[in-house]
């Protein structure tokens, strides 16, 4: 692949007309300019507001201790400026959450679509509502879902949604409290300092925001640049121990991924969380040689394709053959992933694709080992017997069955190009219609299972022999394999065009340079 620059606001342009970006404050004559937040305009300048902590103020938060946020600083200032107009100044602010009654209820209707085991599913639903005139919103509650606002014009019902109700009678606020006095304060609080600010004992950075969320809770928020972003992202993801070509490839795809996803939760007002559903992060407590290389030799690379970032995706390990994207989730496949070996050509020649069943594709599983890139990997090759019990439990704990009655039959009904399961049906004794899972609600639902490329045996009447290749969805890059490509000698651009086909690196430049 080749290098090139290209005008950042021409790349953005076309990026934000797919994405519809909007600012999503405006301060009604405030001009504190601190406290407007345009995830638009913090993209463009090189910053990722990342969502630290969700649901701050509910009963069952344990982020805070007692409901209680402490921000601390050694030897400058931290300041806090909220949206009513309130200033502080200190080293140390102590922020509670309260729950206020309200003097007069407030409802809330809308119809809901999900949960979905996926941001592309729901989002692949969202686009399908807009598509006939519905306001849909991909949101977060728990899991995964799609919200339209209640009216009269009623989607069709086999969509499969509910109705949600419900009348607030107190909300939550949150108040700044010394050992004197509490002062309540409107959202979005920014607080800041220029040096390093612990919350709770723990070093984060220096700019946070608490900002409503849209389920009654509140967020806490971090705005970082572009690479101290990945700072905390690659040692947690790939791994500080891994080479330096692995760690530049995947400093690559964390960056397109995050600009590509950085609309996932524009509902609640930032770019991305910091869990699996995202990149995993974590605040850097240590600074890695390599890792703070990877990221500088690196800086503001992204891949593209026509232009455009791709949707980086990238996973664990492939157990030897990689995914196409519609095989993994209900969404159109991509053109720069293509199901392959992932492995030396003569592999190639020994089982060409596709794999259509559990016979050729435990011949694989047995035979394709040494050959194969990331074989290394703790769950290149895994077993796992499952009584039915455990199975059923996994089903009642996602509300697909009530309660438990005999398993009658595990089938695997379809398999992708890769030999990955799609389509999984189990039969119960109580049902008249067997229970149906679909690519990603499959290890959502069956979450012992570590991927979807796997065969199923009967052991006897209570166990069952599930026995798989790899982890994670198997789209794109796999870490294990772009390790030991990086071992044999490979360099990141080799590594990236094997996993990202007819894409190129192209550097971003951002407003702020």
């Known amino acids: 692949m080749t290098s090139s620059r290209f005008n950042f606001l021409n790349f953005f342009y076309g990026f934000w007309l797919f994405f519809s970006i909007t600012p999503i404050f405006t301060l009604n004559g405030l001009t504190e300019e601190s406290l407007k937040i345009n995830l638009n305009q913090e993209l463009k300048k090189g910053n990722f507001l990342i969502g630290l902590k969700q649901y701050l103020g509910e009963g069952s938060d344990s982020f805070s201790e007692k409901q209680n946020l402490s921000f601390k600083t050694k030897n400058d200032f931290l300041e806090l400026h909220a949206f009513n107009g309130y200033k502080h100044k200190s080293k140390k602010i102590n922020i509670i959450f309260k729950e206020i009654s309200l003097k007069s209820p407030f409802k809330i209707e809308r119809i809901v679509f999900g949960p979905f085991a996926s941001y592309e599913s729901a989002q692949r639903q969202a686009n399908k509502l807009k598509e006939k005139g ?8 728990k899991n995964w879902e799609v919200w ?34 509490q002062q309540k304060l409107e959202g979005p609080i920014h607080i800041f300092s220029s040096e390093g600010i612990r919350i709770n004992g723990i070093n984060f950075g220096k700019n946070f925001y608490l900002v409503k969320d849209s389920y009654g809770t509140w967020t806490l928020i971090q705005k970082l640049k572009f690479d101290d972003y990945l700072k905390g992202v690659l ?27 950085s609309a996932r939760f524009n509902i609640d007002n930032y770019h991305l969380c910091i869990t699996t559903q995202c990149q995993v992060y974590k605040p850097p407590e240590v600074e890695y040689e390599n890792v703070q290389k990877a990221i500088k030799d690196t800086s503001n690379l992204i891949i593209t394709y026509e232009s455009k970032p791709i949707n980086s995706f990238y996973h664990g390990s492939n157990g030897g053959i990689s995914a196409s994207a519609s095989e993994s989730w209900r969404i159109k496949d991509y053109i720069y992933f293509k199901p392959m070996i992932d492995g030396l050509d003569s592999l190639k020649k020994s089982f060409p694709l596709p794999i259509r069943n559990g016979y050729q594709l435990n011949k694989f599983l047995e035979l394709a080992n040494v050959k194969v890139y990331g074989n290394q990997h703790s769950l290149f090759r895994w077993q796992k017997i499952l009584s039915d019990e455990t199975i059923q439990n996994e089903l009642i704990k996602n509300q697909l069955i009530q309660e438990k009655s005999d398993l009658v039959d595990l089938n695997i009904i379809d398999r992708g ?42 052991l006897n009447d209570n166990l069952w022999l599930f026995k798989g290749g790899g982890f994670g969805h198997g789209v794109g890059l796999s870490q294990a394999g772009a390790i030991e490509m990086a071992e044999l000698g490979f360099t990141y651009e080799q590594i990236l065009n094997h996993y990202y086909q007819k894409t190129i690196i192209k550097k971003i430049k951002t407003l702020s340079q």
């Open 148 to 181: 339209i606002p209640h009216s009269e014009n009623l989607p069709d019902k086999r969509l499969n949604y509910k109705f949600f109700k419900k009348s607030y009678n107190s909300r939550i606020i949150p108040f700044l409290v010394n050992e004197y006095s």
């Open 417 to 458: 190009t890769s030999g990955r399961v799609t389509r999984l049906e189990i039969k119960l004794s109580n049902f008249n219609k067997p229970i149906i899972l679909v690519k990603d609600d499959i290890r959502r639902t069956l979450s012992f299972l570590p991927s979807n490329l796997f065969t199923i045996n009967k």
């Open 235 to 261: 040692p947690y993801e790939i791994g500080s121990n891994s080479p330096l070509e692995a760690l530049k490839a995947q400093a690559i795809i964390a960056r397109t991924w995050a600009i590509y996803n």
């Open 134 to 141: 519905y306001e849909a919103k991909v949101a977060f509650p």
